[in-house]
């Protein structure tokens, strides 16, 4: 065992020294090979798949009247619609791993759309609350499988230097969906609602056709030809490929040798860091409040009298602008700069929410009140968009290592929906034994996730997958 342990630690050494040798280099190479038509176009695909999952999180928003007047249903079979998603989305995190080792990433996202397509026309064609429930189920079976396969794919097929921007189109494109259904739901019924959430399903299952497959995941499966011909067709013609494709070889190789993927290998001292990062980074993105503040943005609005319309208007404004920004900041600035931000932004924003319902227990001035709710919405959310909703699945696609991904990656997931779950289903319970303590809860939350960020996440920009993974191993 003592001779094996030092074999890897030689590797790890020697790997993180070739990494480093030369960044001049390695800096001028990625901006030579980054962004590709192809790289751009397998992007678009793969995020049509956010888009998707956005469309299907904030469904149950605008169509609630409608919904519950046609088919005559109660506010407690509704609230069971609406959580029917992330039961499903659960189940689609836990195997979400296995099905995109085994299957591949395009298809993994085939599979999710076809759920996502049934789950859809269930919806729309229901006569009774069985077939809605199942329909919403069937979506977010897939959607929480591409919650996992979307932002992993992504960062498989970019270049260093802009793999934290084109995977944090995840969450962007995540916040469009969002918007767009939020605004189209209040000019249709709910059924053509549902019948429009299949085209984006269609639009990336064509686009499946014609992009290549993740080039590390056809090196793990030992299709070495295929695997260089991929590479090659994703950083260009005549872009000079040999070093990185060694790179990956080498390391898929070396992670053949020392273990194969399961749960149990989790628990090993060299991927502990890692875990606790991906995860702890989760818990704190769920547990902060974020499904309160966007499945109950209207009841919390109107709780504090302000127009609620325009209040979830303005907060999909804000949502977008934010997460575009950013978008551009992350290969700018860092991940962890950003983390700090947004992490401190959706600290300020619970606290001002929650200090204005402070201020209503007080019976202060209404107008305060609703202007207060109205700023500690807004700073939450766009806090929130601007690295706490797409860094988390940056990292996680980043950290974890190949022969773990499986099983890491399924855990993250899954925590992810669970965190959901809880805060979607005790918001109101919460919201109802007190309205201001409930935020404070969520503030305190958000600061001890800024510690957590700041004691622990690693800054991942602008470095290759392969030294990320070796140095989150490396930790003592």
């Known amino acids: ?54 469309t299907a999180v904030r469904y149950s928003s605008p169509t609630e009247t409608g919904i519950m007047d046609d088919l005559g249903i109660s506010v407690v079979e ?47 064609l229901s006569k009774n609350i069985l077939w809605l429930d199942l329909g919403r189920f069937l979506v977010g079976c897939g959607i929480g499988l591409l919650s996992y396969v979307v932002p992993v794919y992504v ?87 040999s070093q990185e494709a060694e790179d990956i070889k080498e390391y898929t190789e070396y992670l053949h040798r020392i ?35 966007s499945f109950y943005a209207t009841m919390i609005f109107e709780s504090a009298g302000f127009p609620s319309k ?11 602008v934010m997460a ?7 290969d700018k600035c860092g991940r962890r700069p950003l983390l700090l931000a947004s ?9 001002f929410t929650g200090f204005s319902f402070f201020l209503q227990d007080l019976h202060s001035g209404k107008e305060l009140v609703a202007f207060l709710v109205l700023v500690g919405v807004l700073v939450f959310l766009g806090s929130f968009e601007l690295a706490m909703g797409g860094i988390p699945w940056v990292i996680m696609s980043e950290i974890f290592s190949i022969n773990i991904k499986v099983s890491a990656g399924s855990l993250v997931t899954l925590v992810s929906w669970f965190g959901s779950w809880v805060i979607a289903y005790t918001f109101t319970f919460l919201f109802e034994w007190s309205s201001a303590g409930t935020f ?16 622990l996440v690693p800054e991942t920009k602008g470095r290759a997958l392969e030294e990320i993974q070796n140095s989150m191993t490396s930790q003592e």
């Open 78 to 124: 509704y609230s069971l619609f609406a959580s029917v998603l992330t039961i499903g989305g659960m189940i689609g995190a836990v195997l979400s791993g296995r099905v995109a080792d085994l299957a591949g990433r395009k298809c993994a996202m085939g599979i999710s759309e076809i759920l996502c397509i049934i789950g859809w026309l269930a919806e729309s």
């Open 440 to 455: 404070f809860i969520f503030a305190g939350i958000c600061a001890a996730g800024t510690l957590f960020i700041a004691k």
């Open 324 to 330: 575009s920004l950013g978008v551009i900041l992350i």
């Open 259 to 293: 273990s194969n993927d399961g749960i149990r290998n989790l628990f090993q001292q060299k991927y502990v860091y890692s875990v606790i990062v991906g995860v702890g980074l989760m818990v704190f993105q769920q547990f902060g409040g974020i499904k309160a503040f």
């Open 155 to 241: 960062a498989e097929i970019t270049s260093n230097d802009v793999r934290g921007s084109f995977t944090s189109l995840h969450r962007l494109m995540i916040g469009i969906g969002m918007a767009v259904t939020f605004i189209v739901g209040s000019l249709v019924s709910w059924r053509t609602l549902a019948l429009i959430g299949i085209m984006p399903c269609l639009l990336q299952l064509i686009g499946l056709a014609f992009i290549p497959e993740s080039p590390r995941w056809l090196a793990k499966t030992s299709r070495t030809e295929e695997f260089e011909a991929t590479l090659q067709q994703l950083r260009g013609r005549h872009a000079d490929i």
């Open 1 to 54: 065992m003592e001779i094996v342990n030092i074999g890897e630690e030689e590797f790890v050494r020697a790997l993180l020294v070739k990494e480093r040798a030369n960044p001049d280099d390695e800096e001028c190479a990625g901006h030579d090979q980054n962004a590709t038509f192809m790289v751009v176009f397998s992007t678009f695909v793969a995020v049509c798949g956010s888009f998707v999952y956005g």
């Open 343 to 351: 992490s401190a932004g959706t600290c300020l924003g619970c606290v």
């Open 310 to 320: 325009a209040g979830t208007i303005a907060a999909a404004v804000v949502e977008i």
